[in-house]
């Protein structure tokens, strides 16, 4: 469990200086690029507790062991439920999508199936479900990168039957004394949706890498984190100050007083508040996704130059109606007077695949993304909805500060853009008869398929902008869904097909009046940042903690020498090829 030393003993440390000679450090990878100072308060749940290897002789009944297994599988899905709705509200919708995987851990006929053949065999359930996962954790630890990271979702499900199975209260991670530095072996994602960045100064972990949900998590809270430190972490005691820098990727134990002032968190980036342009003059804008309102003051303290992805889910989501008007006209005018000298991209509303609202009655499709989700259902069932969302969107235009930019997801053909633009056309014509105050906003989509970023220069032509969504344009063009564990290793946009669709988009929009811009994960790494400046993209748009980094990153390029690394990635065969030319242009290698 959490533990921490007595509060009199730290303060009594605090007061005494350690000379500079004891500073110890330990190499990591940086999960954020920030930094914190605190004192070390260790996890260690019980994740694997002592449990007898067979049942209990005569009396052994494996029919109330399934049972027992059935109502603990029932209870876990229900926590999973209210945990993934937590994490929606702490961190957002895109990063709460892991607790999906985990419900569908809890369905996978495999780990089942190996469960009941293990209480058939004479184990009671609880040892039956560990050496279920036996296998499957075993599986996804012997494969490379983001698939291994996987393996800490498993565990996250497994340890969470095992506790409703031994009757275990799980230790509240978001109740840490103030000035913790969390250390752990690893940490699930569902301890890690848990801290509160406002107690916690930072955590480290003796696994995980970059792409794990830790990891991501941490992003998403502006937590200072440094993962996969190794053994080494182990030998940090209860209670010792220990200093987290994310941007030089290591642990820091006993600081020197001098390290502990230079790493404090409002100081461990440069915030470039003011737009920034790459070396040889070329200006790129640095924004930031965002998934509700209480992020926006992150995106500008962290100098967002604007929204480059508003997601408005959050505003159909945990209701019984969908929101009127007026109340999405006042979200959105909230976001546009938070960045007066900038604009905001507003993404109408997503739903289908992942992303279920029960009062929208979603179809029960056997694969969701490929099936009724984002414009296909604004234009057809959901097309009230998206009026009326097109109405507030106009108004909040003509009301708020910044620019507004109007952004239609899942766009596969220019029939459906052309669609899309007659209804933008119509609400328009609307508020003038009406004589309603709007102003009329930029009209664009995302780039998020391989049909649209074949149709480039046939939607380009109709449109103010493309912004390429990552996420689901990796996931379309591999062949690979993101939300499936078994195929994570395929979700990699260093795939030089995913490479060549972004370089499809933008030469297809060159010669019109549309701009091409990115947001997703790929955006936010400033290892990419040289390439994708190569590739032609005029905006990037990343979660709020990841801005300084890129800003940075866009001042160290030089446009005519990322356009020669963009050419050599474009002629590369394998993911690999292209790794190592990125690694050789002289970016911090953070990947696995």
């Known amino acids: ?154 565990r996250d499900v497994r340890d969470r039957l095992l506790r409703s199975l031994l009757g275990r209260e799980r230790v509240d991670l978001g109740d840490l004394p103030e000035g913790s530095v969390l250390l752990a072996e690893r940490l699930t994602p569902s301890d890690t949706a848990q801290l509160d960045p406002e107690a916690v100064r930072g955590f480290a972990t003796a696994t995980g890498g970059r792409t794990s949900h830790a990891a991501i998590f941490a992003r998403s809270l502006s937590l200072p984190a440094v993962v996969g430190v190794g053994d080494a ?79 408005t889910e959050f505003l159909f989501l945990g209701r019984e109606t969908p929101p009127d008007e007026g109340e999405q006209v006042e979200v959105y005018t909230e976001a546009l007077d938070a960045f007066p000298e900038g604009q905001v991209v507003v993404r109408t509303l997503d739903v289908g695949g992942d992303k279920a609202i029960p009062y929208l009655g979603l179809p029960d499709e056997e694969n969701p993304f490929l099936g009724e989700r984002g414009i296909r259902r604004s234009l057809d069932p959901d097309s009230e909805l998206f009026c009326t969302q097109l109405r507030a969107l106009c108004r909040a235009a003509g009301e708020g500060a910044g620019e507004l930019c109007v952004m239609i ?73 993101r939300g499936n564990e078994r195929v994570a290793g395929l979700h990699d ?24 811009g990115m947001c997703g994960e790929m955006a936010g790494d400033p290892d990419l940042t040289e390439l994708l400046v190569g590739l032609g993209i005029e905006e990037l748009s990343a979660s709020a903690v990841t801005i300084p980094d890129v800003k940075s990153a866009v001042e160290r390029t030089n446009s005519e020498r990322a356009g020669d690394l963009a050419e050599q990635a474009l002629a ?21």
């Open 1 to 154: 469990m959490a533990e921490r030393g007595n509060e009199n003993e730290g303060e009594d440390e605090s007061e005494t200086e350690p000379e500079s000679g004891d500073e110890r450090e330990l190499s990591g990878v940086g999960a954020t690029p920030l930094s914190g100072v605190g004192f070390a308060t260790w996890y260690r749940p019980d994740a694997d507790p002592d449990l007898p290897e067979k049942g209990g002789g005569d009396d052994y009944d494996p029919e109330a062991e399934r049972e027992r297994f059935e109502n603990a599988r029932d209870r876990a899905r229900e926590e999973i439920e209210t945990e993934r709705e937590r994490a929606r509200e702490r961190v957002g919708e895109s990063e709460a999508e892991v607790f999906d995987a985990h419900v569908q851990f809890l369905a996978d006929p495999q780990i089942e199936d190996g469960v009941l053949e293990e209480i058939e065999s004479g184990y009671g359930a609880e040892r039956a479900v560990q050496r279920a996962f036996e296998g499957p954790i075993e599986q996804f630890e012997g494969m490379d990168g983001r698939t291994a990271e996987r393996a800490d979702d498993l």
């Open 233 to 311: 972490l182990t030998e940090i005691e209860e209670s010792a100050e220990v200093a987290i820098d994310g941007e030089g990727e290591r642990v820091l134990v006993s600081p020197s007083a001098e390290t502990s002032e230079r790493m404090t968190r409002s100081e461990a980036v440069e915030i470039r508040p003011e737009p920034v342009m790459t070396a040889d003059g070329e200006a790129i804008e640095v924004a930031a996704n965002v998934g509700r309102p209480a992020e926006i003051n992150g995106a500008v303290e962290r100098g967002a130059d604007g929204i480059g992805l508003y997601r």
């Open 409 to 481: 997801p899942l766009v596969a053909s220019v029939e459906e853009f052309e669609r899309a633009t007659e209804r933008f056309e119509g609400v328009l014509r609307d508020l003038d008869e009406e004589g309603t105050a709007y102003d009329r906003p930029a009209f664009g989509l995302m780039i998020e398929t391989p049909a649209a970023a074949a149709m480039a220069p046939a939607l380009a032509e109709r449109a103010d902008f493309l912004s390429i969504g990552t996420n689901d344009l990796t996931q379309y063009t591999m062949a690979a869904d």
């Open 493 to 516: 946009p260093h795939y030089p097909a995913v490479l060549r669709a972004i370089r499809r988009t933008v030469e297809g929009a060159a010669g019109t009046d549309a701009w091409v």
């Open 572 to 592: 590369a065969e394998t993911k690999a090829e292209v790794i190592d030319l990125i690694d050789a242009g002289g970016g911090v290698t953070r990947r696995p």
